[in-house]
């Protein structure tokens, strides 16, 4: 079975930084593109970074310049670098990662996501 296991948020004051983490656990055959996402109280989840296994990135624009995204490939793992927190990046934030299954007659792509790990950004 599959897992996605967050942990790094937290209560920061307004300026200030955090660092993500989520692991990826499981029988798994290979990850494609991994990710960040959010969803704030009263509002719809949306994408904060995203990384491919070959280390391209894409960020919201809300955050570019802010925040960053890296991958460990080995260990399965994603980060996310959260510096110069606004309060209106408070919200919890989602692991996703799109895995896939392959041999010589089939591809098999899932997505799996984490539990999620809240962030506060207050003074």
């Known amino acids: 079975q599959v897992q996605l296991v967050e942990s790094g948020g937290g209560l920061v004051q307004p300026g200030g930084s955090l660092r993500l983490s989520c692991t990826v656990s499981?029988?798994?055959?290979?990850?494609?593109?991994m990710g960040w996402y959010r969803q704030a109280p009263g509002k719809q989840r949306e994408l904060v970074a995203t990384?491919?296994?070959?280390?391209?990135?894409n960020y919201a624009d809300s955050v570019k310049g802010r925040f960053i995204i890296s991958r460990d490939n080995g260990k399965n793992a994603v980060y996310l670098q959260m510096n110069s927190l606004k309060p209106e990046d408070t919200a919890v934030y989602y692991c996703?990662?799109?895995?896939?299954?392959?041999?010589?007659?089939?591809?098999?792509?899932?997505?799996?996501w984490g539990q999620g790990t809240p962030v506060t950004v207050s003074s």
């Open positions: 990384i491919t296994n070959g280390g391209s990135t």
């Open positions: 996703a990662a799109d895995t896939y299954y392959s041999n010589n007659f089939l591809y098999c792509p899932h997505q799996y």
């Open positions: 499981g029988s798994i055959f290979g990850i494609n593109t």
